[in-house]
């Protein structure tokens, strides 16, 4: 019974220390790619993994059934490992992961086409993706993002549009509309609209700052007074 | 009892090492993705889905696994179900922390 005991103390701890650790990177990537922060789903998972670890330590059955020097192993040991791996991949030392069809989401796969150069194929992963759920906003920009370069602007706007009505101040749909609107642009009629949204989405996402200086889509709003206060305006 | 216990153990545990990773898997990719205080609840309960099913699912209080048979087929189950479970989630575990690391 003690490699039983072993086993479920290791499994138990392992658990709670990836959770633990997954949902802190969830939160700091959101933070850094939002700049806003929102600390009560690490609140939770953390909590009830909490919970889950004084209850097995109380109640004496469950604690005649585990081995606490295995449950304290497993919970360091794959915080400590997940951390590393996360900060050795922030650092670029391990290389990027490839997608698999089974593990991979449809848009993350509709993602890595678009940038294999397969837009055809990225489009129908799109629209795959949103035929299974209409309020995947990744879904969205990804459609869009294929439309636009096979060509159909027009459409790849309208995607970008039902994926607004979805989540009206997601920054990186608002960016593309910026972009999409700046690429059909005829006259100076929707200037304002693609300021503004650039203004968002730089205030809800900083990092789209150097996107917008330098993204080529917007090279013809780029020459506009008012285009300086973007920036100013999103700091 | 002793060997078809520990076949049993080993069969049972396997079954719900895959249901649980499966169900883990899940549950990373809404964490992934989580922005919400709401989507911290759900996820929430798909934490405490995991050990419920390990050692409390609909299938232990069948007429099958009395706590008896319970006691005989523990040794067996637990250590095939943390194989199982650790073999099916490690790959995707590592891959999702390396996206995110990568993110940041």
Known sequence: MDFARIAFGGLAGALAGALISFTLLVERRNYKKTGRRNVWPTVWVTGVC???????GVRPQLRANISTPALVIGFFATAFMALLVAYLSSKEVLPAPRATPILDSVTYRARQKINQGEFGQALELAGRALAGSSRDLGAYIEKGRALKRLGRVQEALQTV?????????????????????????????????????????????????????MDPDLENVRHLKAFEGVFKGAA | MGTSATGVGLGLGILIGVVSSANFIYMLRTLA????????????GEIAAIPTLWFGGPWITTKIITDDTWHSIAPSY???????????????????????????
């Not at chain 1, 509309?177 to 304002?192: F, I, K, M, V, W």
């Open chain 2, 78 to 104: 637990v250590p095939a179900l943390a194989a199982v479970f650790v073999l099916v989630t490690i790959y995707p575990l590592i891959r999702y922390i390396i996206r995110l690391g990568r993110d940041m």
């Open chain 2, 33 to 44: 993705k989580m922005l919400s205080w709401a989507d911290g609840v759900k996820v929430v």
């Open chain 1, 50 to 56: 909490l919970a889950g670890i004084v209850i097995l």
């Open chain 1, 161 to 213: 549009e039902e994926g607004l009505k979805v989540k009206a101040d997601d920054p990186r749909l608002l960016y593309n509309r910026a972009c999409y609107l700046t690429l059909l642009r005829q006259d100076a009629s929707h200037d304002a609209v693609i300021l503004a949204d650039l203004q968002t989405a730089i205030r809800l996402m900083p990092k789209l700052k150097g996107s917008v200086a």
